[in-house]
């Protein structure tokens, strides 16, 4: 069973940015929607509301950086790159400043439809020089990236999952490392954010089937702990790729760039959302539909094993449902 803490982040922002007087916490009109209104009510001195006006929130957090104050961005993924892409570029990457964007409700962790799932972020992202990117997969992670974004010399992104989280992990995030779960000889699979909780699920069932899976997990995803993917690729049957994002520019555009660079000849099969938008829907019928849950997984090992495994849904431990949280709140999606 599954442990899953309720709103981590709350929890671990107000331990964090209290101990540090000088970080600022930024809003943009979403402040209970990023868990960060608790922090506003008790500590006003660290606060400030920046309305909806999220190009301007960008630009005045450069400012604040500059100044030598510790502004942490808070608002929806979608909300700090592509509205005000122009801000982030000339007022923090070009400056290189130490700005934290944390961005909420990535991919497709939303029913709000387009408007609201930043599917294509991890790409824009990695492209903008001085961009540091990181994405949280579980509670532990959620808890512990503070400290791991704070300490990077220069602008930072971080996909933030917000909520009921899964405990995965008992170790904190670590900085370009990625984490090994399973070892095995046959294939190498490749998961990031709320598709290693999906990936876990197949893996358990596909090592029934005798298949030899090598899990490992990203949560640093640019830069990249290139040396760990190589090691683990090698002697592979095949690469599989699993990521919340769209599969251009993301985990397994990286993957398939080492490959390539590093002439390792093996398969890659990319899961994610292949040149489409989603729509509004629960997490668990998107990942289904969109083909990013555990069956969409077993049945690309299959494809790199040539070899059907006889898994079906009933053999995955079940889906695991979150509270909606739009039901208790409509305005915050």
């Given at each position: 069973m599954v442990?899953i803490v309720?709103?981590?982040?709350?929890?671990?922002?107000?331990?964090?940015a209290?101990?540090?007087?000088?970080v600022?916490?930024?809003?943009?009109?979403?402040?209970s929607s990023?868990?960060?209104d608790?922090?506003r009510?008790?500590h006003?001195?660290?606060?400030?509301?920046?309305?909806?006006?999220?190009?301007?929130?960008?630009?005045?957090?450069?400012g604040?950086?500059?100044?030598?104050?510790?502004?942490?961005?808070?608002?929806f993924a979608?909300?700090?790159?592509?509205?005000?892409?122009?801000q982030l570029?000339n007022s923090i990457?070009?400056?290189?400043?130490?700005?934290?964007?944390?961005g909420?409700l990535p991919?497709?962790?939303?029913?709000?439809?387009?408007?609201?799932q930043a599917i294509?972020?991890?790409?824009?992202?990695?492209?903008i020089?001085?961009?540091?990117?990181?994405e949280?997969?579980d509670?532990?992670?959620?808890?512990?990236?503070?400290?791991?974004?704070?300490?990077?010399?220069?602008?930072?992104?971080v996909r933030v999952?917000r909520?009921?989280?899964?405990?995965?992990?008992?170790?904190p995030?670590?900085?370009?490392?990625?984490?090994?779960?399973?070892?095995?000889?046959?294939v190498?699979?490749?998961?990031?954010?709320?598709?290693?909780?999906?990936a876990l699920?197949?893996?358990?069932?596909?090592s029934?089937k005798?298949v030899?899976?090598?899990?490992?997990?990203?949560?640093?995803?640019?830069p990249?702990?290139?040396?760990?993917?190589?090691?683990?690729?090698?002697?592979k049957?095949?690469?599989?790729?699993l990521?919340?994002?769209?599969?251009?520019?993301?985990?397994g555009t990286?993957a398939?760039?080492?490959?390539?660079?590093?002439?390792?000849g093996v398969?890659?099969?990319r899961?994610?959302?292949?040149?489409?938008?989603?729509?509004?829907?629960?997490?668990p019928y998107l990942?289904?539909k969109?083909?990013?849950?555990?069956i969409?997984?077993?049945?690309?090992?299959?494809?790199?094993?040539?070899?059907?495994l006889?898994?079906?849904?009933d053999?995955l431990?079940?889906?695991?449902?979150?509270?909606?949280h739009?039901?208790e709140?409509?305005?915050?999606l």
């Open positions: 442990d309720n709103r981590p982040y709350a929890t671990a922002f107000e331990t964090f209290t101990a540090r007087p000088e600022m916490c930024l809003s943009a009109d979403l402040t990023c868990e960060v608790g922090f009510d008790r006003p001195d660290q606060f400030l509301s920046m309305g909806m006006a999220e190009q301007n929130m960008l630009s005045f957090a450069g604040l950086a500059m100044q030598g104050y510790r502004p942490f961005i808070h608002t979608v909300f700090l790159y592509r509205r005000p892409y122009d570029i990457a070009y400056s290189n400043r130490k700005v934290r964007m944390m909420f991919g497709i962790t939303t029913p709000g439809g387009i408007t609201h294509e972020d991890i790409a824009v992202m990695r492209a020089p001085n961009m540091t990117v990181l949280t997969g509670a532990t992670e959620v808890e512990t990236v503070l400290e791991v974004a704070d300490s990077i010399d220069g602008p930072v992104y999952l909520g009921q989280v899964p405990r995965l992990f008992s170790t995030f670590e900085f370009n490392r990625l984490r090994t779960l399973s070892a095995g000889d046959d190498l699979v490749l998961t990031s954010g709320v598709c290693t909780e999906e699920r197949a893996t358990a069932a596909l029934e005798g030899g899976v090598h899990h490992l997990h990203a949560s640093t995803l640019k990249f702990d290139r040396e760990t993917f190589i090691d683990a690729a090698r002697g049957k095949g690469v599989v790729t990521e919340n994002h769209i599969i251009t520019g993301g985990l990286i398939a760039e080492i490959i390539a660079e590093e002439g390792l398969k890659l099969r899961l994610g959302l292949n040149d489409t938008f989603a729509h509004g829907a629960s997490k990942m289904k969109y083909g990013l849950d555990a969409a997984l077993v049945r690309a090992i299959e494809d790199v094993l040539d070899h059907e006889d898994i079906t849904d053999a431990e079940a889906v695991r449902l979150d509270a909606v739009s039901a709140k409509a305005e915050a």
